[in-house]
């Protein structure tokens, strides 16, 4: 059990800091469409920092799609590779909802993306 303890400090660890990267991009993202990219001359910059941004927020929601799956796999007992995979299979198809996430979830994380926005577009407006 000790060897599974500063994986998941790691784990956690990294969690946080995606976490933390999603908000802090969001921010910046928010400043660079409000602030930046009213120049027209960088106007046509807008397609390349939405598709950075999306692609950034896609690759955070696998990796901690990725982490929450390996945490349920550690808390069922040790089985065989076989049976591990056909764990995950069941873990899968319990949580039956996009991303793996329950409706629950994906209400909370799409409550929390719109109140970014606004929040941030808010604090941008009046730093304007």
């Not at 990796?63 to 007992?77: G, I, M, S």
Request: aromatic share 12%; proline share 3%; net charge positive.
């Amino acid at each position: 059990m000790n060897s599974s303890r500063p994986q998941r400090k790691t784990s956690a660890t990294f969690e946080y800091f995606l976490f933390t990267a999603m908000i802090v991009e969001t921010a910046l993202a928010a400043f660079v469409y409000k602030i930046i990219l009213r120049d027209p001359d960088l106007g046509r910059l807008s397609v390349y920092f939405g598709i950075f941004y999306f692609g950034f927020l896609a690759w955070c929601i696998a990796q901690l799609n990725t982490l929450h799956r390996r945490r349920k796999l550690a808390h069922t007992t040790p089985v065989e590779p076989a049976e591990a995979a056909s764990n995950l299979a069941a873990i899968e198809k319990h949580t039956g909802s996009a991303l793996g996430l329950t409706s629950a979830q994906l209400a909370i994380v799409a409550v929390a993306f719109v109140s970014a926005v606004a929040i941030f577009s808010w604090a941008l407006k009046l730093l304007r």
